[in-house]
T-cell receptor
Framework: GAVVSQHPSWVICKSGTSVKIECRSL??????MFWYRQFPKQSLMLMAT?????????EQGVEKDKFLINHASLTLSTLTVTSAHPEDSSFYIC????????????FGPGTRLTVL | SQQGEEDPQALSIQEGENATMNCSYK?????LQWYRQNSGRGLVHLIL?????REKHSGRLRVTLDTSKKSSSLLITASRAADTASYFC?????????????FGAGTILRVKS
């Protein structure tokens, strides 16, 4: 149990385009989902906390108009990178915290974004 | 910032040896968790230890927590080549940081066969 999926697993796009990444909790409900960004050989940096039915909470330094987050249901959150630039190229990972249980966060497999 | 630090940054051992990784953090915590990440993949949850626990075991994994020193260690016994991965500790403090996890810098473990 406790499986989180992400789609797509990798995407290549042109500079200036927008890319949407989906994060789904497959077998549990998640009131809260989190979006992280990870550069090569570095740790995960939290970008924003996504709460079902309300606006996301962004970490300091993360542009909310550039990284649009929608948490429309208890099993789906989306991250849209708008007007992507090469510096947005990174590994984006989501996690979901079960509504009930120990509070463990379960992570998706990540999405590799490359902006040309 | 509660950003943790882990040492060593990189560790290379022979198959069968034990691997020990350490994690330090700066503020009080509710829980500390260890995760593994294979190259280019997501994180796999290994073990959670609560702030009132001192030691926990899971298979070949042993985690200790010393809240007075604000540190934790992860021991992998009888390592295997498949244990090659990055290992991260992550802490949470519900009152100070809500549901957020704060990750350490990670240790890159290489197990040579």
């Amino acid at each position: 149990g406790a499986v989180v999926s992400q789609h797509p697993s990798w995407v290549i796009c042109k500079s200036g385009t927008s890319v949407k990444i989906e994060c789904r909790s497959l077998d549990f409900q998640a009131t809260t989902m989190f979006w992280y960004r990870q550069f090569p050989k570095q740790s995960l940096m939290l970008m924003a906390t996504s709460n079902e039915g309300s606006k996301a909470t962004y970490e300091q330094g993360v542009e909310k108009d550039k990284f649009l987050i929608n948490h429309a249901s208890l099993t789906l959150s989306t991250l849209t990178v708008t007007s992507a630039h090469p510096e947005d190229s990174s590994f984006y990972i989501c996690s979901a915290k079960a509504t009930s249980g120990s509070g463990t966060q379960y992570f998706g497999p990540g999405t590799r974004l490359t902006v040309l | 910032s509660q950003q943790g630090e882990e040492d060593p940054q990189a560790l290379s051992i022979q198959e069968g040896e034990n691997a020990t990784m350490n994690c330090s953090y700066k503020t009080s915590i509710n829980n500390l968790q260890w995760y593994r990440q294979n190259s280019g993949r997501g994180l796999v949850h290994l073990i959670l230890i609560r702030s009132n626990e001192r030691e926990k075991h899971s298979g070949r994994l042993r985690v200790t927590l010393d809240t007075s020193k604000k540190s934790s260690s992860l021991l992998i016994t009888a390592s295997r080549a498949a244990d090659t991965a990055s290992y991260f500790c992550a802490t949470d403090n519900l009152r100070e940081y809500g549901n957020k996890l704060v990750f350490g810098a990670g240790t890159i473990l290489r197990v040579k066969s």
